[in-house]
């Protein structure tokens, strides 16, 4: 598994808040589509392993305002790895430096059937070795 | 099963869009909020003899525009049961005659094993009966 | 301005729900965010002259379940032009044949200043020129 | 203006994801609705005065998942007055001593004009002397 993805997000009317800008709740959504994406191929092999990451916390540091038309991007990469835990970060930008967010999730491994934290799969211990 | 049920809805400031009023959207999450309330007994008892019942069509018709301090109500109903299909009407209002909007959804039961449509299981026959 | 659009729609997980298949209410979302495209140009051209183009209707006709996995696009087009009302509807399909849903909306052009309905600007009347 | 607001969150099935349990960003949401809740008389005043508040950062810890049965509410109070910012904190809590989720916004003033951070207005810092 990679240990980054940069995904294209298009912004939609729907993400507008009556200020006319993407609505602060809707950058987590943009966190997630990303985070979705970079787990894509490992999911389904951890759901049929019984194992699920769950998202213990979320973060995000507003920069900049987003418009309908603008060019957004989300660059999602893993930050930290612990036993229990790890961290992936976000960066939500136009593809040409300009920063409209950043963001960090903290997610854990839990054993679907116990109802418990387990330790991290390998298959996320390994993206830390991916460079 | 009551043939009716009316559910009070609570604004919110996500369900605005630029203009400052309810998405036009927004009015068919209103209307799915209380066609589940109104299925939420008989839907584990569906679920679990395999059940489903799916939305096959819906629509709105909009009257008056939806703000953050509206009171806003869906009255649900029973409208016509067919063989297969029945439909569900929708009165969104403020509980004092004004209407916001008029809508409709017609739903079929599936077969969850086979994928297939089936008849109308009886909770949703009975409901006709009830006045 | 263009009598029609096809554009592709990035399904998010947020558009899914505890089905796993894409919410009912999101295709609205989809036709939505297709038709703010379509009018993209025109719409700030008109909002200097204080028209606002406003659904009154929209219906959905679901035909195949979306999943996350799937390529989808919206096919935007201009059906039906009256002297204070026109229908736009939308074929939501995989780019190869497969129709998810068939909508259509009505929409009227208001004056924002009267808060009434008015004729319909010439940008939309053009629109059923083009072939 | 009071310190802190207890707002009745209704789950709606739109909240949900595939997951069965409300999504992890429609906790921001939920946050969102009690703020504005909790500045929606000030809220006018200040926009009549050209003060927008901003939100700068936000953050949510996951306690418990939330299902579409649960009774939720959210308590939102002032935590913290600086000059040019200030904290509002979030519990998400059933009533009887269940936390769902602790949260942290913080936000700035903004002059609406010259889109620059302005001193707190003074509704703001007066909450803080409120007990």
């Known amino acids: 598994m990679k240990k980054d993805l ?3 997000m298009d912004v939609r009317f729907a993400d507008l ?9 809707t950058f987590f959504t943009y966190m997630e589509t990303a985070r979705v994406k970079l787990f894509m191929d490992t999911f ?8 699920l990451l769950v998202v213990v916390s979320a ?8 418009f ?12 930290k790895v612990g036993n229990t835990s790890f961290d992936l970060k976000y960066d939500i930008h136009n593809g040409e430096g300009k920063i409209f ?7 854990v491994a839990i054993d679907a059937k116990k109802k ?5 799969p390998e298959e996320v211990l390994n993206m830390a070795k991916n460079e």
């Open 44 to 51: 389904q092999e951890l759901t049929k392993r019984g194992v």
């Open 17 to 25: 808040d009556m200020y006319g800008h993407v609505n602060s709740t």
């Open 59 to 66: 973060e995000c540091n507003y920069k900049k305002e987003i």
């Open 116 to 120: 418990m934290p387990m330790q991290l």
């Open 6 to 8: 940069t995904v294209p």
């Open 68 to 79: 309908l038309n603008d060019k957004v991007f989300v660059t999602v990469s893993l930050d």
């Open 101 to 107: 967010a950043v963001g960090k999730t903290t997610l």
